[in-house]
């Protein structure tokens, strides 16, 4: 590992950035704590650490030892829990984690006899408590190394593992978090995410993984390249290097060039140290697992290298497109319900009052531009994304597309009402003539 001096330039905080806290290239037997990078813990806390394997034989036993180079950090003797989804209890001893005469912690997983292996390939044994001092800094430069680390196969055949050649052991001196927890956004939209840094002490640079759901973006340039808005916090001389890590991961490092120093947090202040853009894709949906998340988060000094502490830096993401889809359906069943009760109003005139239907058309036709029109303002919201559950229909409006079609129907019973009366009043018009026709014929027959 090298050695960070004060008059390091850009690159080699770049370098230091984008190698501390990571994976390296995966041997194929490779043991390590965490993700194998800098540990980040607070002072005077006990953290759980998962214990991962990735091994390409088949193993019934595995240790390796870890030795601390501070007092101020320490495993706890007898704390490790296995795993149950990779280490079968009862076909395993009782693992353990003691302290050996060297001062060493050795772990170590023994099959009882033979019948089961270490499940799978890769993931976590179980897990190992560290605990940090209360008085624990970066000063005191803790460090776990490793050594002893192997497994055998069911021939009792020695395998032995990769292992980082040690794994920094860093007090967490401040924060990263984003300025809201949650928001809702439209599809074909963008979104803008401030990240806010409280530091206690200056820092030369910071490292972080960022994790979008998928279709949602960072806004681009028209030069392809990731698009930042810097802070007042930081110099002129920062800039942000970005780069694609696949599965929706960007990983993007802030230094400077000459190096300048952010300064600690000052309360009273919103602490926003970069911003970005996210953009929606047109048809973005998403889950209650939807989330913008962030990992691997350092940061740097001249000389020493930092965790920060995430733990509010998760976003939850809304799409409002699943929420607006669902308000469409639901209001165009109620626009259906009105265009069904105007069609059962027709078919009712055209069967009880079919004598005077015809005469009503022009009022149908402005009921069925009225609904036209409903429908037509709920398509226009649909397409704009702009219904939620709340979302209702216009209620003047479907009200009186009701109250035209109860008129119509009122109506046309009356004029149904008022045409056979009229015929049973012209058929007795024409009788009575007759009658009286036949009367005065007799009285014309009777002077002849």
Do not use: W
């Amino acid at each position: 590992m090298f050695k960070i001096t004060k008059s390091f330039n850009r690159l080699a905080l770049v370098i230091i950035l984008a190698i501390s806290g990571t994976i390296s290239a995966l041997a194929e037997n490779k043991i390590m704590l965490g993700d194998g990078g800098t540990i980040s813990i607070k002072p005077g806390e006990t953290k759980e650490i998962d214990v991962n394997l990735i091994n390409d034989v088949e193993l019934y036993t595995a240790q390796f030892d870890m030795e601390l180079t501070s007092s101020k950090i320490k495993i706890v003797e007898g704390s490790f829990k296995i795993n149950e989804e990779r280490v079968d209890r009862e076909s395993f001893l009782a693992p353990s984690l003691v302290r050996q005469p060297d001062g060493k912690m050795r772990l170590c997983l023994l099959t009882r006899d033979l019948s089961t292996p270490i499940a799978g390939t890769e993931g976590s044994l179980g897990t190992i408590k560290i605990q940090a001092d209360p008085t624990f800094t970066s000063n005191d430069n803790a460090r776990i190394y490793f050594s002893e680390c192997c497994g055998s196969d069911k021939n009792a055949k020695l395998t032995y593992f990769d292992a980082p050649k040690y794994q920094a052991v860093s007090p967490m001196v401040g924060t990263l978090a984003t300025a809201e927890n949650a928001f809702s956004i439209k599809p074909g939209e963008k979104h803008k995410v401030d990240i806010v840094m409280k530091n206690e002490i200056y820092f030369c640079g910071i490292q972080t993984d960022i994790t979008l759901p998928a279709g949602l973006q960072i806004e681009k340039k028209e030069n392809g390249k990731y698009k930042f808005e810097y802070s007042s916090r930081l110099s002129d001389n920062f800039s942000i290097m970005s780069s694609d890590k696949g599965n929706g991961k960007v990983r993007i490092m802030l230094s400077s060039l000459p190096v300048d120093r952010i300064q600690p947090y000052a309360e009273g202040t919103d602490g926003v140290i970069f911003s970005f853009n996210v953009v929606a894709d047109e048809n973005f949906v998403t889950d209650e697992t939807s989330a913008i998340t962030f990992s691997n988060t350092l940061a740097a000094s001249e000389s020493v290298e930092y965790a920060l502490d995430i733990t509010d830096s998760k976003v939850v993401v809304t799409s409002l497109k699943m929420g607006n889809d669902a308000a469409y359906v639901k209001l165009t069943e109620e626009v259906a319900a009105l265009q069904k009760s105007l069609d059962d109003a027709k078919a009712k005139v055209a069967e009880e009052c079919k004598d005077v239907a015809e005469n009503f058309t022009e009022a149908v036709a402005a009921i069925q531009a009225q609904i036209d029109a409903i429908k037509k303002d709920l398509d226009t919201k649909n397409a704009a994304c702009d219904l939620t559950e709340e979302s209702t229909l216009d209620a003047e409006a479907v009200k009186a597309v009701n109250d035209a079609i109860a008129k119509y129907l009122e109506d046309a019973a009356a004029a149904q009402a008022d045409f056979q009366k009229k015929v049973a009043n012209d058929a007795a018009y024409a009788k009575l003539t007759e009658e009286v026709a036949a009367l005065q014929k007799s009285l014309d027959d009777a002077k002849a």
